[in-house]
């Protein structure tokens, strides 16, 4: 099957491309994609093909990278962008870019779960990140003006020019340090469970939240969710209590060790993040989930107290055991 012709052209002289974005917001963060490539998140989007409006694009591409069946609520900004290249496809680019992008907000589900992962233009493994609106303007991150607009998307359509000189987006291409890096992780299973990315997210400094990942628990044999569980990317002096992993195995699944095998397969992703050790902590009279933590790998360290301002006290922990698996 032919690759459909995309409103587009990519020429030495320049670049040119007609996209159709989505505005996709939960529980106040928006949906971005992010790259092993490049250093910042950007929209949820692609190029519109010949003969297809805009609308059928953003459906389409908005199921092609969360594999969701959105709605279209409106469409919310018209931009125009002027950039140049820079080395994202491996060489020095410096041509100028214009890029023509309309916005459609999306209707809202209720939830952040997603369920598939989409390649770049360029081929590269791609995939989904909320990021707290909050936090953009710490990040580096495509629209910037998502960070102005994001927080009261206007009711009209807004038209937006952004110009960016070729020292300005020279500058743009060295900050690397301050997204989270994120890694795909389609390749995470044992023969026994599989663990299917539910969603990444963002740190959220207000709410005082980490970097993690959720995932389902699969049953490899039939694919059935035998439960959840998460990799929190942060060795911060208050993650000692709740820890980096935390898991949930549904009851018909009990006694299987299948939280035991997602531990380990998160401790694969871990070492890839370069973190030196994860913990993993419970309530002191949670003999399965202790038991849990061994078999996996980890050592008991200790019974330790929670602080009484952590946020932990509010769902009524007061101690817990640690243990740790040094990767």
């Not at 607009?149 to 301050?178: K, N, W, Y």
């Not at 970097?211 to 929190?232: E, H, K, M, T």
């Not at 929670?306 to 640690?322: C, E, F, L, Q, S």
Request: glycine share 6%; net charge negative; proline share 5%.
């Amino acid at each position: 099957m032919n690759k459909p012709l995309e409103c587009a052209f990519d020429k030495k002289d320049g670049w040119f491309r007609l996209r159709a974005c989505a505005i996709i917001i939960e529980q106040g963060c928006v949906l971005m994609a992010q790259n092993l490539t490049d250093s910042y998140y950007y929209s949820v989007g692609g190029a519109v093909n010949l003969h297809e409006s805009t609308e059928e694009a953003v459906l389409r591409e908005a199921f092609e990278e969360t594999g969701i069946r959105y709605q279209i609520d409106r469409l919310c900004f018209i931009h125009e962008n002027f950039f140049f290249g820079d080395c994202a496809q491996g060489e020095n680019d410096a041509r100028p870019y214009h890029e023509v992008a309309l916005y459609y907000l999306m209707k809202p589900r209720g939830n952040l779960r997603l369920l598939a992962h989409d390649v770049t233009m360029f081929g590269t493994p791609e995939h989904t990140v909320w990021v707290p609106i909050t936090e953009l303007s710490h990040l580096h991150a495509y629209p910037r003006f998502f960070r102005e607009h994001l927080g009261q998307i206007p009711d009209t359509v807004r038209r937006i020019i952004s110009r960016e000189t070729q020292a300005e987006s020279a500058a743009a291409a060295q900050i690397t340090d301050v997204n989270t890096a994120f890694l795909p992780t389609d390749d995470l299973t044992d023969g026994v469970i599989r663990l299917r990315c539910a969603w990444r997210k963002e740190r959220d400094t207000a709410r005082r939240r980490v970097p993690y990942y959720q995932f389902d628990i699969l049953r490899s044999a039939d694919g059935a969710v035998a439960g959840q569980c998460s990799l929190r990317l942060s060795l911060e002096e208050f993650m000692t209590w709740p820890g980096q992993i935390a898991y949930e195995v549904n009851p018909a699944f009990r006694g299987q060790q299948f939280a035991a095998r997602a531990c380990k397969l998160l401790y694969t992703l871990a070492r890839r993040h370069q973190l030196p050790y994860v913990t993993i902590t419970c309530r002191p009279e949670n003999a399965a989930s202790a038991r849990t933590a061994e078999l996996s790998g980890a050592v008991f360290v200790e019974e330790s107290v929670i602080p009484d301002n952590h946020p932990m006290r509010a769902d009524g922990y007061d101690i817990v055991k640690i243990y740790r698996k040094d990767l």
